[in-house]
């Protein structure tokens, strides 16, 4: 019996060290959390603020731009190939790709700046990393196979003897641009619950 006793004030023991334990490093980590906002100055958060919500503008600034290419660009050059491709052809048609790339590249500085101003602030930080990582994820598809097709469309509007499998190639690409597109949007609106959170710190 007194060995059943000492067995479970043990177990007792030795549950109550880990609670202890957990509670306190727990208690810790919140306690550093709180000295840390209290080094972030107004300023500062001014600085954050800007740079994140200018981030989110351009973001659905270009999510705009590529639902219009979408519903209306694409389905122009894509209705009668490889005839229309004419309308990807720079000087000839309606090519977009010096806006894009000035787009992006504008995007991608303000949101490299977002996550810089707001490194001190953990929770908008990690998430910022997370979502900025998805979007270069993207990027790298974009110019691994959206970007070389295009130039291959390019490239028979110019040669139409270099056609082949133009139904299947358009086909596909257009199914997957519509998931690129969907997922910079997902993106973009992920943005929205940070501003909303960097807005809530200030006292």
Same mark, same amino acid.
């Given at each position: !019996?007194?060995? %059943?006793?000492?067995?479970?004030s043990r177990i007792i023991e030795h549950w109550f060290i880990e609670v202890t334990t957990v509670m306190y490093q727990?208690?810790? +980590?919140?306690?550093? +959390? ?9 300023? $500062? ?16 600034? !270009? ?9 209306? @660009? =694409? ?9 229309? @491709? ?12 010096? @806006?894009? *790339? *000035?787009?992006? %590249?504008?995007?991608? *500085?303000? @949101? ?5 101003f707001c490194w001190k602030i953990d929770p908008v930080k990690n998430w910022l990393l997370i979502l900025f990582a !998805?979007?270069?994820? =993207? ?5 691994? $196979? ?24 358009? %086909? ?12 910079? !949007? ?10 909303? +959170? ?6």
């Open positions: !019996m007194g060995g %059943s006793i000492q067995i479970k727990r208690l810790k +980590k919140t306690i550093n +959390k709180m000295n840390k906002m209290e080094n972030i100055t107004a300023s $500062y958060l001014t600085r954050a603020e800007l740079w994140l919500c200018l981030t989110i503008l351009l973001y659905f600034l !270009m999510n705009g731009a590529q639902i219009f290419e979408t519903l209306v @660009f =694409v389905p122009k050059w894509t209705a009668s190939p490889p005839e229309n @491709f004419k309308l990807l052809l720079d000087g000839q048609g309606i090519s977009l790709k010096n @806006f894009w *790339i *000035i787009l992006h %590249s504008l995007h991608e *500085i303000t @949101f490299i700046l977002a996550i810089v !998805m979007h270069i994820a =993207v990027r790298i598809w974009t110019l691994s $196979y959206f970007a070389p097709n295009i130039i291959d469309f390019q490239k028979v509007a110019e040669t139409p003897a270099l056609a082949k499998d133009l139904i299947s190639r358009i %086909s596909l690409w257009q199914t997957l641009n519509y998931v690129r597109v969907s997922i910079y !949007m997902a993106i973009s609106i992920g943005l929205v619950p940070l501003c909303i +959170k960097l807005f809530s710190i200030r006292p």
